[in-house]
């Protein structure tokens, strides 16, 4: 047991400081501004630390662990502790969180409820990464739900109330999946009921009950994660929220469900997942071609980046189908890359969106003179997006393409067909993203235009896309330093479960 209770702080630091805004003066919201960005400061370098002094790379078992008694009456505890495969995710999120942070622009609107809603999601988001209990977990994933929709209802664009009221039907829907799984698993054990993982992860239920289990996560955290056919809540959500909020959402809020599959259903369901994980390719094969191919369709700038990023997500789901130390050691990493790489393409779209106040591409056009700045980051993370070699991308994508290649599941055939497929998805990705940057950036329109007076981007923006730009370059360059949290945990989970 490590005696200092550091995952708690980080979980409940967020939201107390974030009820304190209440306290802070009503005039001027850089006060609350400087506040909101101090702590998110504060939460990265304390989690940071923690992870740096008291965090065993080696070591694949739960670390940092913490076990609270909170309702004896049915064995829920205040239970958390991390893992190789949680703690990317983690500090993904305290990153993420302080750029958007710094990213938002003066809100004029409610800016101590902004403001506070930021912090409580940085606490909503680290809950599910870190919690040890599923149904704290359960708890964590609701309590993330509420900030987004009030974000996305009272910052958002024109049809603002009708996306969030979507976002929330879905996911609020999905959890009811998720809560009946937990409660299934918690009920269906062998002695007396038990939420902890790791009980849970050692059990054995009967075929055709897992197999039910299985389907009930899948389709909670297939919301989340947008899976085909359940993703059509993502564009409308990006193409109207409040761009910081795009960065939380595409950043941290889709690995949710990502982690949550191989969390819940590679540890705990594994003879399920073991019978499933063919449907899984298929599923991550069709998403890849599927929005890549819808991406070029869409009028709106964010609904066509927001395609891009459930294209992506497919590549995780493809990881997780090969079953092989490879595949999921790449389905860990995309996580990580396209955290990055969906976040700062939204902040560049927000920022060319303050300039020109146009959101359909077909109106763009001309804008790398005026502002060059934003213009050689966009490109250079879009390139990043398509996988060009030397950036995360391309790292991520080759070691998925070897890991299904090294898989000993699947025969030869399937193995070539399923790469020949992901293979026409990735020529596709670079149709979109050049043509995003063709309409957006060369041409004439604006430039000719009487309003052609535009402000390149500040010190704050250009730190921003920079701070974000610098990671994804070193992954590319140096991929190890992420394989080197999760290589050990994702050896001891595969052998536990999946090789005889």
């Not at 790398?368 to 030397?390: R, V, Y």
């Not at 497929?421 to 990735?426: K, L």
């Amino acid at each position: 047991m490590n005696y200092f209770p550091w995952l708690t702080i980080i979980i409940v630091l967020p939201i107390f400081a974030g009820s304190l805004i209440v306290f802070l003066p009503h005039r001027g919201n850089k006060v609350i501004r400087w506040y909101t960005l101090c702590i998110c400061i504060i939460e990265l370098l304390l989690t940071t630390y923690a992870f740096g002094y008291h965090f065993q790379l080696n070591d694949p078992l739960i670390q940092l662990t913490e076990d609270y008694k909170w309702i004896d009456f049915f064995d829920f505890s205040w239970r958390l502790g991390i893992d190789g495969i949680s703690i990317g995710p983690i500090l993904l999120t305290g990153f993420i969180t302080t750029l958007a942070t710094l990213a938002a622009r003066p809100v004029t609107r409610e800016s101590r409820v902004f403001h506070f809603l930021m912090l409580a999601m940085y606490s909503g988001q680290i809950g599910p990464f870190s919690s040890q209990n599923l149904l704290l977990f359960f708890i964590m994933w609701e309590l993330e739900l509420i900030p987004v929709y009030l974000l996305l209802s009272m910052w958002g664009g024109k049809k603002r109330l009708y996306s969030a009221t979507k976002f929330i039907l879905y996911t609020a829907g999905s959890s009811a999946f998720l809560l009946m799984g937990i409660l299934g698993i918690c009920l269906s054990g062998s002695n007396e009921p038990t939420l902890n993982f790791e009980t849970s992860a050692n059990q054995s239920y009967p075929v055709a009950l897992e197999t039910l289990f299985y389907i009930g996560f899948f389709i909670a955290f297939a919301v989340k994660s947008p899976i085909i056919p359940l993703h059509t809540w993502l564009p409308d959500t990006h193409g109207e929220a409040h761009y910081s909020t795009c960065m939380l959402l595409a950043g941290i809020l889709l690995k949710m469900g990502a982690y949550g599959l191989v969390r819940i259903n590679m540890e705990l369901l594994p003879h399920a997942h073991s019978i499933f994980s063919p449907w899984l390719m298929i599923i991550g094969t069709i998403q890849i071609i599927y929005a890549a191919s819808t991406s070029p369709g869409q009028r709106n700038l964010k609904k066509r980046i927001a395609y891009s990023s459930v294209s992506h997500m497919g590549f995780i789901i493809i990881g997780l189908g090969s079953i092989n130390d490879t595949g999921l050691n790449g389905a860990i990493l995309q996580i990580i890359s396209h955290g990055f790489i969906g976040a700062a393409l939204f902040f560049l779209a927000g920022t060319s969106y303050d300039r020109i106040r146009l959101v359909y591409l077909d109106e763009m056009g001309g804008m790398a003179i005026t502002i060059p700045k934003i213009f050689t980051t966009f490109s250079i993370l879009s390139m990043a997006s398509l996988a060009l070699p030397g950036m995360s991308g391309f790292v991520v994508e080759l070691i998925l393409f070897f890991g299904i290649l090294t898989s000993q599941k699947y025969l030869l055939m399937t193995k070539i067909l399923i790469t020949f497929v992901m293979a026409i998805g990735m020529i596709l990705t670079p149709i979109y993203s050049l043509s995003m940057l063709r309409q957006m950036f060369y041409g004439y329109k604006l430039f000719i235009a009487t309003n052609s007076y535009f402000v390149d981007s500040g010190p704050r923006e250009f730190f921003v896309s920079i701070s974000i730009l610098l990671p994804v370059i070193a992954i590319g360059i140096y991929p190890d330093f992420v394989f080197s949290l999760s290589v050990d945990k994702v050896e001891a989970l595969l052998s536990n479960y999946f090789y005889p």
